[in-house]
């Protein structure tokens, strides 16, 4: 009964319009997208790829999740599904040392302004470009996932050759620096819109607790000219 429940759910706030990454992937789908590849950056429990392998099955989807004690788990989740899992942690270049602050969900390579930090892990980080230079990744993908704590740009700007041949983003973005040094929303928009992409849907949002001052927003980014776009009605 808890399928059910979920599929129920899920249907309702379809229904109601209320912002959602499951709703958000069935109406890209519906729209026509055809996600043969997915990536999955910042996979953690693997909900998203879930969500992705649930909307289009025989997806293939790239898992990057530089948690070691969330790789295995990921493996054995997806173990029949065509799923692969990278531990790599991505950013604007390769070989940059860093420290990722692992704090679950919260894990990432900035610092907090006020708040916990976690057990550090020094890693060293690659750029998707040189990973799918290296033949380690495909050298395209319909559907690019980011959620990494405000690390995003970074990883984006280590994926320029590959968001020639990317269809489709989804990126958590940040309305609040909760991190030193993060990239805000209007900074993250306008570097994708120099290089063609603009935002297309609200996946979601999260308010801190603090105030419920919205914090970030899940948002859907896609080409100006993809074919979904090109009705230019308001009503059928």
Not at 143 to 159: H, N, P, S, T
Request: glycine share 10%.
């Amino acid at each position: 009964m808890s399928g059910l429940r979920a599929r129920l759910a899920a249907a309702l706030r379809d229904r109601l319009g209320v912002p959602g990454i499951g709703g958000s992937l069935r109406r890209l789908k519906r729209r026509g997208l055809q996600a043969a590849c997915v990536f999955d950056v910042g996979a953690h429990d693997g909900d998203f790829t879930a969500l992705a392998l649930a909307t289009w099955p025989d997806a293939c989807v790239h898992c990057f999740e530089p948690l070691p004690d969330k790789r295995q788990p990921l493996l054995a989740r997806f173990a029949h599904r065509a799923v692969a899992v990278h531990g790599d942690l991505l950013g604007a270049t390769s070989g940059e040392a860093v420290t990722l602050s692992c704090v679950g969900t919260a894990s990432s390579v900035l610092r907090e302004h006020a708040g916990p930090v976690g057990e550090p892990l020094a890693l060293s980080t690659r750029a998707l470009d040189d990973l799918v230079a290296a033949g380690a990744l495909p050298s395209s993908c319909d559907l690019l996932k980011i959620d990494v704590q405000g690390y995003e740009l970074a990883v984006l700007r280590g994926a320029q050759r590959l968001l020639e041949r990317t269809r489709v983003l989804l990126l958590e973005v940040n309305l609040l620096d909760i991190h030193v040094g993060l990239p805000l929303l209007h900074e993250v928009t306008a570097w994708l819109a120099e290089r063609g992409f603009v935002a297309d849907d609200l996946a979601g949002i999260t308010r801190r607790p603090l105030d419920d001052a919205l914090w970030q927003v899940d948002l859907v980014f896609a080409r100006p000219d993809a074919a979904w776009r090109a009705d230019k009605r308001w009503g059928g």
